[in-house]
């Protein structure tokens, strides 16, 4: 079993530019979660799906920022128009709909630096 | 609203050292679950329990323990004879029974010296 899978692991991008980062969940698990992590914090929760259904939206830090899952299998996050505040760790994760249901299990992030 | 309080930025013990990392919790919700995750320095985070809000027995695992408190809303963790690999950050975090979004504290930094 392997577990929640992100890519790239680093992106560089200029100001400007849109960036999309992919998040491969546990293959069982049905819940997928973007977090966004900046230093010396903990993580700030995003969005998440159950299945390909985005039941939490709100928290998503503008209308730059977009997410899709559109299999109910892997999920990809897009920043539009990038700016340097966008710098940080964007972090996924996955959990079961079962007894475990909202252990949350983690990638090891996609680290974002916007110049 | 929400809210998990860790009040220990950075914490820095030598090896062998026993050492508690604190977490205080706000909430309205009676069924909810509470969470100890460690960040390496690969910055993968990782978990390590989870405990609901009905179930007040402390938990041991390993070098390992948990307590669970209710009465003063907290949930601290303790690591007894620390090594040098228990060096991380450490979360506490909390979720509603519904509502899956981990709402995080700030992390506390354990150092553990040779």
């Known amino acids: 079993d392997t577990g929640v899978s992100q890519d790239p692991r680093h992106k560089i991008t200029k100001r400007g530019q849109n960036v999309t980062f992919r998040c491969d969940p546990i293959s069982e698990h049905n819940r997928l979660y973007w977090y966004r992590q900046t230093l010396g914090q903990g993580p700030e929760f995003l969005t998440y799906f159950q299945n390909e259904a985005q039941l939490e939206k709100s928290r998503l830090l503008s209308d730059r920022f977009s997410a899709e899952r559109p299999k109910g299998s892997f999920s990809t996050l897009e920043i539009q128009r990038t700016e340097q505040g966008d710098s940080a760790m964007y972090l996924c994760?996955?959990?079961?709909?079962?007894?475990?249901?909202?252990?949350?299990?983690f990638g090891a992030g996609t680290r974002l630096s916007v110049l | 609203a929400q809210k998990v309080t860790q009040a220990q930025t950075e914490i820095s013990v030598v090896e062998k050292e026993d050492v508690t990392l604190d977490c205080v919790y706000e909430?309205?919700?009676?069924?909810?679950?509470l969470f100890w995750y460690k960040q390496p320095p690969s910055g993968e985070l990782v978990f390590l329990i989870r405990?609901?809000?009905?179930d007040e027995q402390n938990e041991i695992s390993g070098r390992y323990s948990w307590n669970f408190q209710k009465s003063t809303s907290s949930f601290n963790f303790t690591i007894t004879a620390s090594q040098v690999v228990d060096s991380a950050v450490y979360f506490c975090a909390l979720s509603g029974d519904s509502n899956y979004q981990l709402i995080w504290g700030a992390g506390t930094k354990l150092i553990i010296k040779p």
């Open positions: 405990r609901n809000s009905f």
């Open positions: 994760a996955s959990s079961s709909s079962g007894g475990a249901k909202n252990i949350q299990y």
């Open positions: 909430t309205r919700d009676t069924t909810y679950y």
